[in-house]
């Protein structure tokens, strides 16, 4: 299971990324069905536990840590996308 993608949203595509790997724990997961625009659970709330897979090559010492190492990295790739779309849309602004 992982976090959301911090990469912006701009049209519907079969790629559907994804952030860091959650911390291991337990979760809720709940199901609902958007019906004419109104949202309507349909199961749920069910309890799951995330584990850590080992299979990574160099484990990290304290998942916490790393865990919050990603969210910087994934908080300041989303400002510097965001940068870059508003260069953009300067550039095109000024021609």
């Known amino acids: 299971m992982r976090y959301a993608s911090t990469d ?4 519907v595509t079969d790629e559907n990324p994804s952030g860091a790997p959650v911390m291991p724990g337990k979760y809720k997961v709940t199901m609902s069905a958007s019906i004419d625009g109104v949202l309507k659970e349909v199961a749920g709330p069910v309890e799951f536990e995330a584990k850590v897979l080992n299979n990574v090559t160099l484990p990290a ?3 916490s840590e790393l865990v919050a ?7 300041l790739n989303r400002v510097i996308n965001g940068a870059i ?3 953009s849309d ?3 602004k000024l021609k």
């Open 85 to 87: 779309e508003v260069s």
């Open 90 to 92: 300067l550039k095109v």
């Open 69 to 75: 190492f990603q969210k910087k990295v994934n908080d």
């Open 8 to 11: 912006p949203i701009k049209k």
């Open 61 to 63: 010492s304290d998942r």
